[in-house]
């Protein structure tokens, strides 16, 4: 089993910025090594959707919406995977989730982010 804890998401205006954190826990990560870890979220009324990847070697990919805006990075020595959200947009609100690779694909609980005036 593994535990994915997010953390940082909030109220923020227009335009600014806001950085996700997830965490990685679980004995499982003693054994095996993470693989590709990513955040994906879901606005009121919409589907999941993938915001970012980042693979173990650091290879990402960003959805069209977020290019440019969003950068994903990791700590695989931490099993931790963050993203740094710029140029916020009201279109961005959305619960926020982290996702990982490992033997199978892991969830967070998520965390809500609201860009808003």
């Known amino acids: 089993q593994v535990q994915l804890v997010e953390s940082g998401g909030g109220l923020v205006q227009p335009g600014g910025s806001l950085r996700l954190s997830c965490a990685a826990s679980?004995?499982?990560?003693?054994?095996?090594?993470?693989?590709?870890m990513g955040w994906h979220r879901q606005a009121p009324g919409k589907q999941r959707e993938l915001v970012a990847t980042i693979t173990s070697g650091g290879s990402t990919n960003y959805a069209d919406s977020v290019k440019g805006r969003f950068t994903i990075s990791r700590d695989n020595a931490k099993n931790t995977v963050s993203l740094q959200m710029n140029s916020l947009k009201p279109e961005d609100t959305a619960v926020y989730y982290c996702?990982?690779?490992?033997?199978?694909?892991?969830w967070g609980q998520g965390t809500q982010v609201t860009v808003s005036s």
């Open positions: 996702a990982a690779n490992i033997r199978g694909a892991y």
């Open positions: 679980g004995s499982i990560l003693s054994i095996y090594t993470l693989g590709t």
